[in-house]
């Protein structure tokens, strides 16, 4: 039997976990009403790369085509060459950063033009459509779900909350304010008496990732979740804290086991318990394990 | 001839301002039309004492039932008492932020149910309603008419960020996610193995005014404003943001000259131009000043 709410997700114990807290959640205030997901990996593909580790790598073209020199960096000659024994000896956080560099003193506006000009002319590098269609349909279903029953959807990311928020409501119908990532520090810039906030490359608190996606919910987003969807241990803390509440809640990991459809990974190991896979963790958490192999019977939307 | 959306906004210059540029943003897509207000003075009164003291007053004198010996600390005595010459010399910041260690220690949720307590219970202490009743009507009535074009409206408070948002559905129909103020820090505590934030008495980042709000607009609500409506220097950058922009755009200075029907006094001077009063800053600048006694019919909302 499907369901109509969710016509992607296959019958089982999975999608039944689903229903049952969107029966329950009616039964509560509209305003307690919260879910909150991980973007990278929960609502949209991230192999072989992060989607804004391509978009970094398209910056860094246009602007070695500008400044050739920009080439002999190591961090960018290793991206350039797709030499992937010195980026793993730099760290890609390292790489990351270095290439965040490029975006340097332009203003909000100027970012969101070049990550929406990036959306609108780049593909997925191996299945060759754009990255609107490398979002996961069951997921884009769910978040239909929970706002057929006034549910607030927020994005929770580990990546650039600019980057994010530029395609936010085209991709999930989320409107900036209800995105949070990493962030990014701003300088104010008063050039001809018109104040401007101009990108750095200094961070904002830590990276949007484990105990940090707590603390920027609140700061953000000002609302306590009672679903948490997510896929690696980054996410472990957020879902943690959606679940530590007597009502109704769900905490939601999306195991990437399907090596045909998408891709096949261990969720990271990272900040929650690096010594287990997160789907242990999961079962001995009580947090409902999404197989992509098997719970859902399609994984991508349309572009 | 009054303006239907409008009723309160005596006829003049200043609503035919508001009024043209409500006309004029209908031309910009709906993403463009971002709204943001200040809170005291601006949408609620902020006389005699900032509402927020009021409330910390309120949990002074809860504290002290409890544990009588807190009266002897030199900044809540001269509170308790109304020492208004002591209070003065302490400086009402540092008694605010002594104050404030009365929350330290409790769970957001915590804040939230005491903020609302105090909202039901609290009477303005010179005109003895509710502080629902303390909004201004013509406000409201320009928020219902930038919604109903489709305006995205903010709340950017130079208050604690949890003290507004407890209310600010209620007050102005303003979700949390759309509210930010000053940032109180948290902790994570973990007992029992739930995740659970702790306020404390440190806060992020610098108080919300004057240039912390245009940071702050965008790293929480990641908008650009092309409306801003404020009362006091604090709010000047921002008004200043707002119509830094080649499209329509609107500053808004509430100015507070009715003695007979709210307060008469001038803005504070403050971290923009501390050399002149708000008002000539607002008509060097091409502010649109609302003057209380003349524009508005009437000031103060149902409670």
């Keep these: 039997m499907s369901d109509p709410r969710l016509p992607s997700w296959r019958d089982g114990a999975t999608r039944d976990a689903v229903t049952g807290f969107l029966a329950a959640a009616t039964a509560l205030p509209p305003a307690e009403r919260v879910a909150v997901f991980d973007n990278d990996g929960t609502l949209w593909c991230e192999k072989p790369n992060y989607i804004q580790l ?10 070695v085509e500008a400044q050739p020199r920009l080439a002999d960096r190591a961090e960018y000659r290793a991206v350039l060459e797709g030499d992937s024994a010195a980026m793993a000896a730099m760290g890609l956080e390292h790489i990351a950063f270095s290439l965040i560099e490029l975006c340097d003193g332009i203003t909000p506006e100027e970012f969101d033009e070049r990550v929406r000009r990036f959306f609108d002319l780049a593909r997925h590098p191996e299945r060759g459509v754009p990255y609107s269609g490398m979002r996961y349909q069951p997921m884009l279903e769910l978040i239909d779900a929970l706002r057929a029953i006034d549910f607030s959807v927020f994005v929770v990311s580990g990546g ?18 209800g995105v949070v990532g990493t962030q990014v520090a701003y300088r104010l810039d008063n050039e001809d008496g018109r104040p401007q906030l101009i990108r750095t490359t200094e961070l904002v608190g830590d990276p949007n990732e484990g105990q940090a996606k707590i603390q920027s919910i609140q700061r953000v987003l000002g609302r306590r979740p009672i679903l948490a969807g997510g896929n690696s241990a980054g996410d472990a803390e957020m879902l943690e804290y959606a679940t530590a509440n007597d009502g109704p809640s769900l905490a939601l990991l999306v195991d990437h086991d399907d090596a045909e459809r998408e891709y096949a990974y261990e969720g990271v190991a990272g900040t929650f318990d690096a010594a287990e896979p997160i789907t242990v963790t999961a079962s001995r958490l009580g947090w409902t394990v999404i197989s992509m192999e098997t719970d859902w019977d399609r994984v991508f939307s349309d572009p």
């Excluded at 600019?162 to 409501?169: G, I, L, Q």
């Design 54 to 63: 391509d978009f970094l790598v398209g910056e860094l073209i246009q602007a």
């Design 160 to 177: 650039g909350t600019e980057f994010v928020r530029a395609v936010s409501e085209q991709l999930y119908g989320v409107a900036p304010e």
